[in-house]
């Protein structure tokens, strides 16, 4: 089966974040899986839609919920319409994102989450009766791996390292702030290093800490491998790519019990709250190092993996097609579709 299928974001070179990282990935694959890829809404015979962000305004977004609505209405009614859902007011303390959200999922025959954590969330618990499915995100095993990674051997300081390429300070930046600290305490000092890859916010910076402007693909991969342990201190994370970069590398994590983090790391380092218990989990992460090292052999957030997820739930849903028709002319309202308009 020869799909086609138009994806909602175009790929872009350079540190563009997890989303386009994504949206490259999954090109790729669909492309070698013997499917044609497209970056609109011209085709009169697309197979599947892939809505990656409402926020048409966006520079790499191709187009957004309206745009849809209408090609299903007066182009062709038979695209299957899929809501990659990434996002949520709860990840920066904003009160506009799910809104949008789910006034654009009027227009999807079926919702994937980036993480079971985003599924929990009472905008979707309440509201969500179309069939939904969690997709958890993957990074490049071709670029992110363990070669040429040298674990801690027990001498020296345990070289901690994050990246990202969002500033907000819900990023984790608490969490960072009292690892700078830390760096100046004579408890730790010779123990632990610290190195920051990537954004920051405005006004914050290092005192004590390694700062990095921002990489990527290789030169961001090489960069992780010389430190021995991954940090993430992000905050209701809905389903990131910098922790699986990290893990990829060979790194064990040291990740904060928030958002999506518990479901992608567990098994594979150390879990903390917040500042309060970091340093005691930093402790515990020195003295079971040499465990975690052989564990992250085997991480699963691979892109490989998500884009065979991908690829096969578009065949699936292609498949069933009718009974989603069916199921769209059942639920069809005309002043959410008059909401999907609404360009933002």
Not at 75 to 102: S, T, Y
């Amino acid at each position: 089966m020869r799909l086609t299928i138009a994806l909602g974001s175009r790929p872009y070179d350079g540190p563009w974040g997890g989303g386009n990282r994504f949206i490259a990935a999954l090109s790729e694959a669909l492309a070698g899986a013997g499917h044609e890829v497209v970056y609109d809404l011209r085709r009169r015979d697309l197979d599947i839609i892939l809505l990656t962000d409402p926020r048409v305004r966006s520079p790499n977004v191709c187009f957004g919920a309206g745009n849809i609505v209408r090609y299903r209405s007066f182009v062709n009614p038979r695209a299957i319409v899929i809501h990659r859902v990434n996002e949520c007011d709860e990840r920066k303390q904003e009160k506009f994102i799910n809104g949008r959200l789910l006034r654009a999922n009027y227009c999807a025959d079926a919702t994937v989450f980036v993480g079971e954590w985003l599924t929990r969330l009472p905008l979707w618990r309440e509201r969500l009766h179309k069939p939904y499915y969690v997709i958890r995100n993957g990074s490049d095993e071709r670029i992110f791996n363990a070669e040429g990674f040298a674990p801690w051997d027990g001498k020296g300081p345990l070289k901690l390292v994050t990246h990202h390429w969002g500033y907000h300070p819900m990023k984790g930046f608490d969490v960072y702030a009292a690892l700078d600290r830390m760096l100046a305490d004579s408890l730790w000092q010779g123990r632990i290093d610290f190195t920051y890859i990537g954004n920051l916010p405005r006004q914050f910076t290092f005192t004590n800490a390694t700062y990095i402007a921002p990489l990527d693909g290789s030169e961001l991969a090489a960069a992780l491998k010389r430190h021995h342990a991954y940090c993430t201190g992000s905050i209701n994370e809905p389903g990131g790519n910098h922790q699986n970069e990290g893990a990829l590398c060979g790194l064990p994590l040291l990740y904060r019990n928030s958002g999506c983090l518990p479901e992608y790391c567990i098994g594979y380092g150390v879990m903390f709250d917040g500042p309060a218990d970091l340093a005691e989990k930093i402790q515990y992460l020195i003295v079971n190092y040499q465990r975690l090292v052989p564990k992250m052999a085997h991480w699963p957030h691979r892109a490989s993996r998500m884009c065979a997820e991908w690829i096969e739930l578009f065949e699936r849903l292609v498949a069933q097609r009718e009974k989603l028709l069916e199921s769209r002319k059942q639920h069809s309202n005309f002043l959410r579709a008059l909401a999907a308009q609404y360009q933002y």
